[in-house]
């Protein structure tokens, strides 16, 4: 138990950020959640918390709300998850992904030395970093090859976390987290989209499901195991990266397999094809090599990507049946 600590979570309302709340939740932690200002309150994934979390606002574009977030938070952790966090619309919005993916670390980063220097640090970095893969699998030492505006800005924002570690102290990591799922993720993300889909079809809502490429792969796992590997990172007394993986991959092919057999569906009569799906430089390959952070921290995956898969899909199940049978 970590009682009397206060742990700052950017990305809250996220899919990381809920899970992570309520494992520092679990652990004793006070909880802090950094929200933007707006005119809706999207809180939908946090909504069983917000009577035991605090909310502060500030923003990752605007460098004085983060130091006064800081200043009155005063945290022991930092866990900076937020970002633009969609590879697809990174293409769209190559500048906003690069203010928020890539400056927004270096913000949060400064604002930490200056007022809560002694606040233990975790970056968010990601697989998208290795891109076109220089080696299999990838592990802490694999050459970075990022093929799209995400990848490159979770570059910069993971060297740039080095730099403030090395340069001036801070005790600041990345975690190198691979493709993580739950049925708390966004219906943009290919895992939910074809989980969704399914539900979809499975109950009448929905004929057809279009994807792009079939055969890309990806070491998919469980977001409420990867927070707990999170948590793990800020522990040690000397920080270091960590990779953070199954070290198992799966083709989108096998995802929509899985998904759609588990309803006694043959996918093949659902899933089309559709090239606007695809990205305009694919990344064909990502797997874990995670040996460091289970020999170092002793992490261990628990959900394994059939039960993740059936999992997401009784869920999506459920909240369309809901939907179904909700008066008008």
């Known amino acids: ?66 130091v006064d977030a800081l200043a009155e938070v005063q945290p022991h952790e930092i866990y900076n998850l937020a970002a633009q966090s969609f590879v697809a619309t990174s293409w769209t919005q190559p500048v906003l992904t690069g203010e928020f993916t890539g400056l927004g670390v270096t913000r949060m980063l400064e604002a930490t030395r200056r007022v809560v220097p002694e606040a233990r640090f975790y970056q968010a970095s990601s697989s998208e970093m290795f891109g076109m893969v220089q080696e299999t699998p990838q592990k802490e030492a694999t050459p970075f090859y990022p093929r799209s505006p995400y990848g490159v800005a979770k570059v910069y924002g993971h060297w740039i976390t080095v730099n403030y570690r090395e340069s001036f102290g801070l005790y600041a990591v990345s975690g190198i987290l691979f493709n993580h799922e739950s049925p708390r993720r966004g219906l943009e993300f290919v ?6 889909a399914a539900a979809r079809i499975k109950l009448g809502q929905a004929s057809e499901l279009r994807l792009g490429n079939l055969d890309a792969r990806r070491d998919w796992g469980y977001a409420g195991d990867y927070v707990d590997a999170m948590w793990r990172m800020l522990q040690p007394e000397q920080p270091t990266d960590y990779v953070v993986g199954t070290g198992e991959t799966w083709t989108v092919r096998q995802l929509c397999e899985e998904a759609f057999s588990y309803l006694d569906l043959d996918w093949k009569a659902f899933v089309r094809t559709d090239p606007k799906f695809e990205r305009p430089a694919e990344v064909e390959l990502l797997v874990a090599d995670p040996s460091k952070i289970r020999r170092e921290l002793g992490w261990e995956p628990t959900v394994r990507f059939r039960s993740l898969v059936r999992m997401m899909v009784d869920a999506d199940l459920e909240r369309h049946r809901h939907v179904v049978q909700t008066p008008a």
């Open 1 to 66: 138990m970590r009682k009397g600590r206060t742990a700052l979570i950017t990305g809250i309302t996220g899919q990381d950020g809920s899970y992570l709340a309520e494992l520092l939740l679990e652990k004793g932690y006070r909880v802090v959640g950094v929200v933007r200002r707006s005119s809706t309150t999207p809180y939908e994934r946090i909504a069983h918390l917000v009577d035991r979390i605090e909310l502060v606002s500030a923003d990752l574009l605007d460098q004085t709300s983060i």
């Open 191 to 196: 895992t939910r989209k074809v989980t969704d």
